[in-house]
Structure formats: C-alpha cells, structure tokens
C-alpha cells in the first residue's frame, strides 16, 4: 500500500471548520484513502473513505483532488470530543476470502481543539 | 454499530509466563483482527481470522497464537510473555470485503505489561 503523509499536529478552536490534509502522491488506481481517529485510551474510530469522488457523513466531509494525489478532511464546526489524531490511509481491497484489511497506520495528526 | 469488547482491560504479567487476551464481538462481521500499539507509534497487524476455526498471520506473529472457535470470540495468547510485548493491544472486526466491508470497528483496547 502507497504511504501518506500528514502534519505532525494541527490546533483549532471550537465552532472553527477544521482541513485536515493528507498527501499520497503514490497512490494506485485502486487504493481507497480512509480515514480513522483515535483519542488517548481507545481504540480508532472510522471517519471516512473515498475513491475518487469527494464524499460526505455525519463526522466529516472528505475532498479528494481530480489528480487523487491529496485528500482533505474536513471537520466543521469541531467541539472538543473531535481532539485526536486522525490517521489518513490507503487501501486496496482484498481480492480474496483469504485477504486481510489490513490498514497500515502511521503517526497521524494530533488535532487539538481548545475552548 | 459495531460492538467490540475487550477483557482484560489491563494485565500486568510476568516474563515467561502464559497470557491470553479475549474479545468479543456482537456484529456477526466475519473477519477479527488482533493489532498492537507501541507508545507513540502506530497499530501493527499481529493475526487475523476471516472465519472460525482459522487464523491467518499478520505482520508481526512471532511470539503470539490466535484462535477464533467462534464467529464472535477472538484470542491471542502469548504463550512465554517476554518485555519487548508490553503494548497495547486492539481487537477489531470487519464484515468483509470490498472497500465499505472492510471498514474495521476496534475495541478500546488491552494495557498489556510484562514485568
């Protein structure tokens, strides 16, 4: 899987939309950029993923470039339960029964929201 | 939404000795996974199942079993804990494949510590 890169750290304030970028200028045509969260004793928490077109949840809004090379996700209007660090990562689905999701997590960002 | 859990929470062990670690998870997804966490670092691929009574190695095996006798239920055991094992270590499940099954839910984790 192609690597990313990321900001060690971001700081936002509350009530602020928060860009998150992500660069993955190796990206195969076939790798899904996923992004997952995780705060201090827990597990990560999955955000997102796309393909191509940018895409929309209740946690974020995820824009790819026409290019695929970088992603964005946005946070808006982020609180402080959204302090943590966001991992962006690629992936090519399984092809097989016998395949793993494996997901290959980096340092990530560490997204701190003040008051 | 997915329900991973994890017990213990936290174990302290002693070097040599045999430590198993459970999840459960209440989804009927089909593959689990065991990933462990270094201080400061990100999450490695230890073992994974994609159906009972099978495992699968991940990246980093050595040292560890898994066994899954059911759909729910996931161990790992570190049959002679050694030092370089203290970590955090997450269970997570996925329903499948394909880009949105792939999708892992993680459980919040065991603090593992070998003294």
């Given amino acids: 899987d192609a690597k990313t890169t990321q900001p060690d750290s971001m700081e936002s304030t509350e009530g602020e939309t928060v860009h998150l970028p992500c660069s993955h200028a190796t990206i195969s045509g076939n790798e899904y950029i996923y992004w997952y969260r995780q705060v201090p004793l827990q597990g990560p928490e999955y955000v997102t993923h796309g393909l191509q077109q940018n895409t929309t949840n209740s946690m974020a809004f995820l824009a790819i470039a026409s290019d695929r090379k970088s992603s964005t996700l946005i946070l808006p209007h982020v609180s402080l339960r959204d302090a943590a660090v966001y991992h962006c990562i690629l992936r090519a689905p399984a092809l097989n029964q016998g395949g793993s999701a494996k997901l290959i997590f980096g340092e990530g960002t560490k997204l701190t929201v003040s008051s | ?115």
């Fill in chain 2, 1 to 115: 939404e997915a329900a991973v859990t994890q017990s213990p929470r936290s174990k302290v062990a002693v070097t040599g000795g045999k430590v198993t670690l459970s999840c459960h998870q209440t989804n009927n997804h089909d593959y689990m996974y065991w990933y462990r966490q270094d201080t400061g670092h990100g999450l490695r691929l230890i073992h994974y199942s994609y159906v009972a009574d099978s495992t699968e190695k991940g990246d980093i095996p050595d040292g560890y079993k898994a066994s899954r006798p059911s759909q729910e239920n996931f161990s790992l055991i570190l049959e002679l804990a050694s030092l370089s094992q203290t970590a955090v270590y997450f269970c997570a499940s996925s329903p499948g494949l394909g880009a949105s099954a792939e999708t892992l839910y993680f459980g919040s984790g065991t603090r593992l510590t070998v003294l």
